[in-house]
């Protein structure tokens, strides 16, 4: 998934945490999603793509983009760093439920814990979760890590 130069030696380049989990502006006008999948039986909205709905088990499922703004369900400090975690502890990790009625797990963002409330208005932003440690295929040690997180909405954006 790491970008080849001509040289034929990998880049730096910051590469996303997973395949098919959010999509990226295009524009600067443009803002980043979650990528979901959404039942077309019983109408349930998932973050990732499934092949299945775990509410009626139906296969028949399309993906869908989610909405990019929730509201802050729970949170917490992590203070000791789990395997294969690339960023510093500690961090904050929360639990934003979108107008959909998912619930993400996400790290927090631009803010501390006592500035978050239950129930505040938040807004994903995809940012660097770390940089790896270990290469992985022709992705070099040292390359930035892009996932989502969550943010507190900015007043100028409600």
């Given at each position: 998934?790491?970008?080849?130069?001509?040289?034929?030696?990998?880049?730096?380049?910051?590469?996303?945490?997973?395949?098919?989990?959010?999509?990226?502006?295009?524009?600067?006008?443009?803002?980043?999603?979650?990528?979901?999948?959404?039942?077309?039986?019983?109408?349930?909205?998932?973050?990732?793509?499934?092949?299945?709905?775990?509410?009626?088990?139906?296969?028949?499922?399309?993906?869908?983009?989610?909405?990019?703004?929730?509201?802050?369900?729970?949170?917490?400090?992590?203070?000791?760093?789990?395997?294969?975690?690339?960023?510093?502890?500690?961090?904050?990790?929360?639990?934003?439920?979108?107008?959909?009625?998912?619930?993400?797990?996400?790290?927090?963002?631009?803010?501390?814990?006592?500035?978050?409330?239950?129930?505040?208005?938040?807004?994903?932003?995809?940012?660097?979760?770390?940089?790896?440690?270990?290469?992985?295929?022709?992705?070099?040690?040292?390359t930035e890590v892009l996932g989502?997180?969550?943010?507190?909405?900015?007043?100028?954006?409600?």
């Open positions: 998934m790491g970008i080849e130069t001509k040289e034929g030696t990998p880049n730096k380049q910051p590469v996303p945490i997973g395949e098919d989990l959010f999509a990226l502006p295009s524009s600067p006008a443009d803002k980043p999603y979650l990528i979901g999948s959404r039942c077309k039986s019983c109408g349930e909205t998932f973050f990732q793509n499934r092949v299945c709905c775990r509410r009626c088990t139906s296969e028949d499922m399309e993906r869908v983009s989610l909405n990019q703004t929730g509201k802050l369900y729970s949170f917490t400090t992590i203070r000791v760093k789990p395997p294969h975690f690339l960023g510093d502890v500690p961090y904050l990790m929360g639990v934003v439920e979108l107008p959909e009625g998912e619930r993400i797990r996400a790290l927090l963002t631009e803010c501390d814990q006592g500035s978050l409330e239950i129930g505040m208005d938040m807004e994903l932003v995809i940012e660097s979760v770390g940089k790896t440690t270990k290469p992985v295929g022709k992705i070099d040690v040292g989502w997180k969550f943010r507190p909405r900015r007043k100028e954006e409600k």
